[in-house]
């Protein structure tokens, strides 16, 4: 017994070892790859976008793009187009022809307030772990250090050339999970600040929702 013991304690610190390390490859990765994204002019994607729900077997896809610049962006689906300069948000749903404009929150660090967010997001409140390293990516799963989050899992996978994203999946508990695959990936794009701002003079008869 002592030396089943003695070989389980050493089995288990030697997974306990594995998993110490895989967390400080990943940690090394996303770190490279923040400081890659973040220190670009801008990260412009486009993409498609699956929906599926395990429970009821259905699977929903759209096609979007998106330039991303410090905390200003723009956002084009086939429904909704968002420009935010980093103060104002502007929504724009074709469909309605209405145009809603809304004032950010500073003390709100989500995607829609603080978009630059989304490349620092594994540093709080996460735990990470490399779960395989392939020729030419990495695939790194961050696991919400919250127990009673809605959120099971965020897996992403990285290039490894470019530190580019190549797909980034939500697993959630109630069998939803919202895959993002990159189709372009572009750090080189300058925009112009007036790429982040509604442009009234190009949308006309658009009914206008204030609610700053």
């Given at each position: 017994m002592r030396v089943f013991i003695l070989i389980f304690s050493v089995f288990l610190l030697q997974i306990l070892n594995a998993f110490g390390q895989s967390e400080q490859e990943a940690i090394k990765i996303l770190d490279k790859f923040s400081a890659t994204a973040l220190g670009a002019p801008s990260v412009s994607m486009s993409f498609h976008l699956v929906t599926t729900d395990q429970i009821e077997n259905t699977n929903d896809t759209l096609t979007g793009s998106i330039i991303l610049s410090k905390d200003k962006y723009k956002l084009d689906l086939p429904d909704n187009i968002t420009w935010f300069n980093g103060e104002t948000s502007w929504s724009y749903l074709p469909a309605e022809k209405e145009v809603t404009i809304t004032?950010?929150?500073?003390?709100?660090?989500?995607?829609?307030?603080?978009?630059?967010?989304?490349?620092?997001?594994?540093k709080n409140g996460y735990k990470s772990r490399l779960i395989e390293e392939r020729s030419d990516s990495y695939i790194i799963d961050l696991y919400p250090e919250d127990i009673k989050s809605d959120l099971l899992r965020v897996?992403?996978?990285?290039?490894?050339s470019q530190m580019d994203i190549k797909s980034l999946e939500y697993k959630k508990r109630d069998g939803i999970v919202i895959t993002l695959y990159v189709r372009e990936y572009n750090l080189k794009v300058k925009p112009d600040p007036g790429l982040f701002v509604y442009q009234p003079e190009k949308f006309k008869g658009i009914e206008v929702i204030d609610m700053r």
């Open positions: 004032k950010a929150d500073r003390k709100d660090n989500s995607f829609q307030n603080r978009p630059s967010a989304i490349f620092s997001l594994y897996r992403l996978s990285i290039g490894k």
